[in-house]
Nanobody
């Protein structure tokens, strides 16, 4: 059993910052990649940022220079530092993990989501 637990969401004014964390725990052998997705009301879930085990990153077109993804491999934790937040960043943010479990199977897991609300 694997769990991804997010934290750090909340309400912030435009121009402010938030830092999201996602800790993976359970029957994990290794982690291939972790990422953050978001879903705004009435919209599809979209990729925000992703980081591989080797540290390669990619970002949505709307966030480079404002958001930074990082990971602590020793803690199986991924972070999303969000600066210069805009009202259009308001969404539920979900952590995603592509990992290998102890039975050597590759699976994708999702966190429960954390709300980020940016007021204008």
């Amino acid at each position: 059993q694997v769990q991804l637990v997010e934290s750090g969401g909340g309400l912030v004014q435009a121009g402010g910052s938030l830092r999201l964390s996602c800790a993976a725990s359970g029957s994990i052998f290794s982690i291939n990649a972790m990422g953050w997705y978001r879903q705004a009301p009435g919209k599809q879930r979209e990729l925000v940022a992703r980081i591989t085990s080797g540290g390669s990153t990619n970002y949505a077109d709307s966030v480079p220079g404002r958001f930074t993804i990082s990971r602590d491999n020793a803690k199986n934790t991924v972070y999303l530092q969000m600066n210069s937040l805009k009202p259009e960043d308001t969404a539920v943010y979900y952590c995603n993990g592509n990992l290998i479990t102890t039975d050597r199977r590759t699976r994708v897991y999702w966190g429960q989501g954390t709300q980020v609300t940016v007021s204008s």
